[in-house]
Structure formats: C-alpha cells, structure tokens
C-alpha cells in the first residue's frame, strides 16, 4: 500500500547545480501537488497539477519547473539550484470532490534538499 | 489574502488530559477545513475534513469543530496519550477551484508519560 512516493529522501547540491525531485502515486488520484516545508514559514504551495496535461503556479513557483508525466507521476526541477531552496518537499495527491473544493490530501514522506 | 494562525506553537500535557488545539482564519469564505498530524521526519497524514456546511466531525478521540462566521476551529483530543505526540496543523480550502489550501504553521504536543 504504497500512496504518495518520493525520491530522494535526502540529497545535498552545490549552488548551480541541477536536480529533480520525483513523484508518484497509486491512489489513481487526478490532482498532485508540490508544497515546500521551512521552519517558521509553513507549508507553501510551489506548483500543482489539477489534471493530467495541465499545470499551474502556486505561491512559490519562481526558481522551479514541474512536469506531468501521466496520471501517476509529478516531477520538480531545479535548474540551477541556490541555498535558499534548501528546505523540505513534499508531494502531495487527491481526486478533488465535486463543487471546487480540494478534498483530502494524501501526502509522501518528503525529500530533504540541501544547497551549499 | 486568506491567513491561518495556531496557538500556542507547542503544548506539553501529561498523559490522560483532554485537550484543545485552536485554529483561526481570517477570511471565512471557506469550503473546508482540514486537521492534519504531521510526526517528525514525515509527511502529513489527514485526520479529519470538516465541510463549511458543517458543525464537526468526529474520528476516534478526535473531534474537530468549525465555526465558520467567527473564523475559528478546534481540534479536541480526549484521554491523550503519548503516542499522540506530533506537530498539528491546520488547513483552510477556499475552493472555486483555486487548488489550493491555506496552512497555518501547526501546534508541537507533547504528551508526557
């Protein structure tokens, strides 16, 4: 019973160097997201996926990329990685309800990024 | 701009009490509330979704409330244990679509043996 999986857990980059973070779920589930967690800040929406072929901005998108590569999978690039990325990620998925809402959010178990 | 505060950020109770954990928003115009328990090093795991139709919802020892006109929810924890030892947060869904939901910055309980 797998749910939301992530890889790496854990990776330390170089500042400029390039990386991505990996997503998928089993859950058959339309929407996934990408969230960054920094102590006294919260957790902050970076992109989301409503459905398959689409993807938009969320509150962080600057420095970021991500790609919907089918139903299961939602990967974050960093182009050229800088210190204040260094923070936590987590994925997260859902089959939002009817009516707009977002519904129950299943999330994996994060990946921990260091940029030096 | 939709903000979601909680207090205190930590609470240490003994073991058996019965406890609050609150949640404030400031735009009340919400479609949901969710209550999440997140254990250090892990993800987030869903403990209870409370609709903006609704008064509370209830999961074991958990019962969560929505007051929707004064911008307030609370999370109550019965006979706690030290197992229920965990960051909570909480998060408002602003819905129409927006795909987004709003966290607040969570509470740290410790429940002492």
């Known amino acids: 019973n797998a749910g939301v999986t992530q890889t790496p857990k854990f990776q330390v980059l170089k500042t400029g160097q390039s990386m991505t973070l990996q997503c998928a779920q089993d859950?058959?589930?339309?929407?996934m997201y990408w969230y960054r967690q920094d102590p006294g800040m919260g957790l902050r929406l970076i992109y989301y996926s409503a459905s398959e072929g689409t993807t938009d901005k969320g509150e962080v998108p600057n420095g970021y990329n991500v790609s919907r590569l089918n139903k299961r999978e939602f990967s974050l690039r960093l182009e050229s990685a800088a210190p204040s990325q260094t923070s936590v990620y987590f994925c997260?998925?859902?089959?939002?309800?009817?009516?707009?809402?977002?519904?129950?959010?299943?999330f994996g178990e994060g990946s921990r990024l260091t940029v030096l | 701009k939709q903000e979601v505060t909680q207090i205190p950020a930590a609470l240490s109770v003994p073991e058996g009490e019965n406890l609050v954990l609150n949640c404030s928003f400031t735009d009340s115009a919400i479609y949901n509330l969710q209550w999440f328990r997140q254990d250090p090093g892990k993800g987030l795991t869903s403990l209870l979704l409370i609709q903006s139709s609704q008064r509370e919802q209830t999961s074991g020892r958990l019962n969560a409330s929505l007051d929707k006109s004064s911008g307030r929810s609370t999370l109550y924890i019965a006979a706690s244990q030290p197992g229920d030892s965990a960051t909570y947060l909480c998060?408002?869904?602003?819905?129409?679509?927006?795909?987004?939901?709003?966290f607040g910055k969570g509470t740290k309980l410790s429940v002492i043996p």
């Open positions: 859950m058959n589930h339309n929407s």
């Open positions: 997260a998925s859902t089959t939002p309800p009817r009516g707009g809402s977002t519904g129950e959010l299943f």
């Open positions: 998060a408002v869904d602003e819905g129409a679509g927006s795909y987004q939901l709003t």
